[in-house]
């Protein structure tokens, strides 16, 4: 079986891509500026780089932009927030004729933002954390809902389950904990007790004095966040000082292919693990003609993996900045910057569902928003997406949805 790891090498250098420097300036230039090495180092391999690989097969299927091929490049975000902003200023200078960045991830997020705003290079990404939920930009937007209205989601499922008793294991990391401060309000403001609270750092060879500590307080659910290596420590040692008694309710940082496929193994396997475990995620539309393109695609570069949300998610980002070229005129970020709203917010317009059908709109001179894999999104005054979500389990061969979330249940337990 090939990884998402492994085909996302070659899948770029496939579609053009390089791993630095500008390319030929008859290119339209969008830098993957994603975690590659560090904490989060999985995230770019596997939720990031297989979608805007996707979406550049789609947009040079379709003839580029502006008649100019795309090429992607990639970066590496680091370990920490002072190599995000080392790295992120060494590409801007290795890369002159950028016209876009997509990627970053909620560890280091503002400070790399705060670089890219003060270049004025308009990026997309999906970091989830709350320091972005008010964040006054012009050149950001986030494409996916925030980790603020993700924890609500979370507080208002076990709720709704009458779990009244709540302990929290998530890993150290900031981009973990950054959801806490909205769970927990949510948790508490509507009947909800804290029992215990546990900063877990990542990827020990043992969380058994964390654990039995949780397991004293007694709570009727758990909520997690943790990366697939830590969560199969806790899972295996959870079945052996409780036989995984209690429910856990996972973020949609636990709504990938590769957490539930290396957590459930260290259980017994998928059926093992849907017996005790949910993550709540936003919806991505698994069926419908934005999604069929998208698969499409996706395919043809990782016929053997299945994609998970954030893939799809960063399939749309990409597709809705190449869009939103195509509406100024030009790749130029100070240019179309203003245009990426003009792509999805107004949903009275024609429904367009691939980028191929966006450039013909425009050519005709047509109003359209693209609906994509994310379903139909609009941005807010922070250029944030509103929160939706679903509450998911993998098969092992599909995410099936279990529950939905919708906006007004969200808006309820905020």
Request: aromatic share 8%; proline share 5%; glycine share 8%.
């Amino acid at each position: 079986m090939v990884t998402v790891a492994t085909a996302a090498a070659v899948a770029l250098a496939a579609c053009g891509g390089s791993s630095g420097g500008t390319p030929a300036s008859s290119n339209v230039v969008v830098d993957e500026l994603v975690p590659l090495t560090g904490p989060s180092a999985d995230i770019g391999p596997q939720d990031d780089i297989p979608g805007f690989t996707a979406a550049q097969a789609a947009i040079n299927a379709a003839g580029g932009i502006l008649g100019k091929k795309l090429t992607l490049v990639q970066t590496d975000l680091g370990a920490d927030p002072a190599d995000s902003v080392t790295n992120t200023r060494q590409m801007l200078a290795a890369n002159s004729g950028l016209s876009g960045v997509v990627g970053l991830t909620s560890d280091t997020v503002i400070v790399t933002a705060n670089v890219l705003e003060q270049a004025h290079i308009a990026t997309i990404t999906q970091a989830g954390t709350l320091e972005l939920d008010k964040y006054k930009s012009t050149y950001i937007f986030r494409m996916f809902p925030p980790d603020s209205t993700n924890s609500v989601a979370m507080a208002a499922v076990a709720l709704q389950k009458g779990y009244t008793r709540a302990a929290l294991l998530i890993g150290q990391n900031s981009g973990s904990q950054s959801i806490i401060p909205p769970l927990m309000a949510s948790y508490t403001k509507h009947g909800g007790t804290i029992v215990d609270n546990e900063a877990l750092p990542l990827d020990q060879t043992s969380y058994q004095v964390e654990l039995t500590k949780m397991i004293a307080a007694k709570p009727d659910v758990i909520f997690y966040e943790t990366d697939e290596q830590t969560a199969a420590t806790i899972f295996s040692e959870l079945k052996t000082l409780n036989n995984l008694s209690i429910p856990i309710i996972g973020s949609s940082a636990c709504g990938t292919a590769p957490f539930w496929q290396t957590a459930s193994q260290a259980i017994g396997g998928y059926a093992a693990m849907a017996k005790f475990f949910v993550d709540v995620n936003a919806p991505s539309q698994y069926s419908g003609a934005g999604y069929q393109t998208f698969h499409k695609y996706y395919q043809q570069i990782y016929p053997a993996d299945t994609p998970n949300v954030y893939i799809a998610g960063n399939y749309d980002s990409l597709i809705v900045m190449a869009l939103a070229m195509t509406m100024a005129h030009s790749t130029d970020p100070t240019v179309y910057v203003s245009d990426i709203p003009k792509v999805v917010d107004d949903h009275s317009a024609m429904e367009v569902t691939n980028y191929a059908d966006g450039v013909a709109a425009i050519k005709a001179g047509k109003s359209f928003y693209y609906n994509g894999t994310l379903g139909p999104v609009s941005f807010n005054q922070y250029h944030s997406i509103a929160g939706e979500y679903v509450v998911e389990q993998d098969s092992g061969n599909a995410f099936h949805t279990i529950q939905d979330v919708p906006n007004d249940v969200v808006a309820a337990y905020e």
